[in-house]
C-alpha cells in the first residue's frame, strides 16, 4: 500500500536515504550519523516538509514501512547528487532490503512520477551512485537518461512528458 510521507515519517526517510547513498555494493560504508549528516547527503531532508517536498511510503500488509521515494527541489547554491536546474524536483529512492527485487520499486517510481507530473513537473532527475547497477537498470527502465557522472553519482533526467509512468494509487 501507498502512502503520503509526513514529517512524522523523517527517521524512516533518513534511514532510506543512508541506504541510497551509501549502497552495500559501494564497500564500506560511513556510521549511520557520519553519513546522514553530511552536507551533500543532509540537504535531501532538511528541513523536511518544506514547500515543493512531495514523498511516498510503501508499507507492509501490517502497516510497516518498506520503502520510500521522495523529491525536493534544490539551488545551485545547495545541489543534489543529481540536480539539472532549480525548476527540475530530483528525487531519492530506497527499500528495505527483504523487498528489493520484487517490483517495489518500480511501484514507488511509477507513483512518484505520477505524482510530479500531476504537480505539474516536466522532469526529474535523480543521482544514482555508480557502484548500484540495479538500481541504475530500474531507472533506465523507466525512461531516465544519463546526462552527466562523476565518481559520485550518475545524474539521469527523465522527461514525464513523454509518456505515462504508469497507474498507481495513493491512499
Known amino acids: 500500500m501507498l502512502r503520503f510521507a509526513t514529517q512524522e515519517d523523517l527517521p524512516f526517510l533518513k534511514w532510506m536515504l543512508y541506504e541510497a547513498r551509501f549502497p552495500e555494493s559501494a564497500g564500506k560504508r560511513p556510521p549511520f550519523e557520519k553519513g546522514i549528516s553530511d552536507p551533500k547527503v543532509a540537504v535531501y531532508l532538511d528541513g ?8 511516498l511510503i510503501v508499507t507492509s500488509p501490517a502497516g ?8 525536493r527541489l534544490f539551488t545551485p547554491e545547495a545541489p543534489g547528487y543529481g540536480f539539472v536546474d532549480a525548476q527540475i ?3 531519492a529512492i530506497a527499500l528495505v532490503y527483504e523487498v528489493r527485487g520484487k517490483g517495489v520499486g518500480t511501484q514507488l517510481m511509477h507513483a512518484l512520477m505520477t505524482l510530479a507530473r500531476k504537480q505539474g ?5 535523480l543521482g544514482c551512485h555508480p ?3 540495479g538500481a541504475l537498470r530500474l531507472y533506465e527502465r523507466l525512461g531516465f537518461k544519463e546526462v552527466g557522472r562523476d565518481e559520485e553519482a550518475i545524474k539521469m533526467v527523465a522527461d514525464l ?9 495513493v491512499s
Open 131 to 133: 557502484a548500484n547497477p
Open 64 to 71: 510497516g514501512p518498506q520503502g520510500a521515494t521522495w523529491y
Open 48 to 55: 523536511w516538509v518544506r514547500k515543493g517536498d512531495a514523498g
Open 161 to 169: 512528458r513523454a509518456r505515462s509512468p504508469g497507474p498507481e494509487s
Open 89 to 91: 524536483p530530483e528525487l
Open 121 to 125: 513537473y516536466e522532469q526529474i532527475s
